[in-house]
């Protein structure tokens, strides 16, 4: 639509400087005084006049002080005889320069067609701008019907996969696409069909655009780029026609890729949408599919698309000949952050001893766009201290930031709230500091964010994907913690522990029905899950046991927490003197970073506990 708006703008600027154009033309002609014979014949005889100049009947007159004027003189007759008869004296005619001109000057001929041709030529004009635009496939003005397509940068500015950090195995697959699209011949060749599809797939921010966007970078072809929420955003019936275009627009430039962005939009599972705007999806993928499967062997045009909902795609968009490649992006492990990291810090003055690796390690489950939202917090933030580079503070309170929300340590908490927190806090960090396999603890604070009142950071020391089940009664201990920490010391609970104790419900439950660690249960697995923890959703599930089954996962889950509780429990209550030292501190300092932690924790010198 902004290039519609820019054409009417350019039209719009045309018009104005035309009429400028006209306006600026009448005004010369306007302005030279019209004098009737008789008194050119005056000034003529008081040899006010230096020279006339005759084209047809139209005479221009040169005055002495510089000046113009114009006259007519009588058609049936030559100059001098008509100004002989009104009197002209001889000797004063001769003084003046006379000038005969072709009739058929230019200016005359201006003179008449300029006002007719000047509109038409301005018709002309527009509309070869609007044809020129339209033309192009990437933008178009007054056309509805066709693709809101896009064609993406030149090719200088385009990322390449330089600047998409980690991601090894979805760039080695798109690699090979590159390639094709590099040696389509090669490959034709060898007899290999080509991918008509490649779905990228990934939880949010996990750089699917960005990865797609470097595709193109890399395989230096025509990139259109379509997000595939337009289809379906504005008129009902245009999105199969759209789709329609974009694909004939990406043919015609081939060897190219089609991206069609945030898939999922109008690629859901057919028959099992809700509300409106249904019918229109269906007719938009119907046509997807068509022209997918329209492709001839060596047609070169490749269409990449990305989604974060690959389990609500409809199956036939998975077909072979469709998307018949996938790749998965993962979130980033802990050397891929640190890469991420560099990359965004590159523009951004650190401080020399800034440690990226250390932010590394503090947060797992961020994707490259919470990475980049960090580096950007932290110059934000030294911007905002006035510092000329970004010391490492910035980046560890940007973590949280990111993670939390702002601080907010304008809100007023009375000082019996903050002790609250303070013990509750530090009966998370004791419980984690006293079990073998809990995670350690990277920091404490009271200071509350975005909705947590206060918050323990505790992270594993490695990147796992394993965890045992001792893991997780030992996770269970700990988010206890806080809860039993309470009760110890105020003899009563307060509402600070309800998402500590749905984080210990969750967990313990899915030890039963998903882990299959309870021995009384069994390896077996209960509800139909639709395992999307990779995509950073919760897993959902329908009952599909029995009720005698669900009596005995209850009370399997209820002898887990208990295990957890009573080791968190033992855990404060004989070392009260180790809480209330933490607790001190905090309400103190307000917050603990894993040094000042240890130090008080390891003068007490602590035996590490099983579970
Ligand atoms: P998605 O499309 O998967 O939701 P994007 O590709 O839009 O995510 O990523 C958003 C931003 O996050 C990118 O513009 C980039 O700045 C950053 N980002 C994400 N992943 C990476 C990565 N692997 N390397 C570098 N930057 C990344
Ligand atoms: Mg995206
Ligand atoms: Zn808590």
Known sequence: ???????????????????????????????????????????????????????????KISLKDGKEAVAQKETESGLSETLKNYGVKTDALNQVAIEIQDESGFQFWMGILLPTLLPLIAMVVIFWFIFRQAKTGANQAFTFGRSSL???????????FKDVAGLKEAKHELEEVVDFLKNPKKFLDMGARIPRGVLLMGSPGTGKTLLARSVAGESGVPFFFISASEFVEMFVGVGASRTRDAFATAKKAAPSI??????????????????GGHDEREQTLNQILVEMDGFERDNNVIVLAATNRPDILDRALLRPGRFDRRVWLDLPDINDREAILKLHAKDKPLAKNTDLRQIAIRTPGFSGADLANLMNESAILAAHHNRKEVI????????????????????????K?????????????????????????????IISRGRAGGYTLKLPLEEQRLRTRSQFLAEVAVALGGYVA?????????????????????????????????EAIGPQTFGESHDLMFL????????????????????????????SYTAAKKIISSRRQILKAVAQALIEKEELEKEAFDKIISSFKLKPLSI
């Open 486 to 518: 309470e009760q110890e010391i105020f003899g009563e609970m307060s509402t600070g522990a309800s998402s500590d104790l749905r984080e210990a419900s969750k967990v313990t439950r899915a030890l039963v029905t998903q882990f299959g660690m309870s």
């Open 150 to 160: 896009r064609l993406y940068g030149n090719f200088k500015d385009r990322p390449t």
């Open 392 to 415: 490492q503070n910035d980046l560890y309170d940007s973590i949280e930031k990111v993670m939390l929300g702002p601080q907010r340590k304008g809100r007023a908490i009375s000082q």
């Open 536 to 563: 950073g959703k919760e897993i959902t599930s329908e009952r599909n046991y029995s009720e005698a089954t669900a009596d005995k996962i209850d009370i399997e889950v209820k002898k887990f927490t208990e295990r």
């Open 1 to 59: 639509m902004q290039t519609f708006y820019k054409s009417i703008l350019w039209a719009t600027l045309v018009l104005f400087l035309l009429s400028l154009a006209f306006s600026f033309l009448f005004d010369t002609q306007a302005k030279p005084e019209v004098l009737s014979l008789n008194q050119l014949t005056a000034r003529i005889n008081s040899g006010e006049i230096t020279k006339i100049t005759v084209q047809g009947d139209n005479l």
């Open 258 to 275: 089609l991206f069609i962005d945030e898939i999922d939009a109008i690629g859901r599972e057919r028959g099992a949408g809700v509300g």
């Open 417 to 445: 709230e903050k002790e609250i927190t303070a013990y509750h806090e530090a009966g998370h960090a004791l419980v984690a500091a006293s079990l073998k396999d809990a995670d350690p603890v990277h920091k404490i604070s």
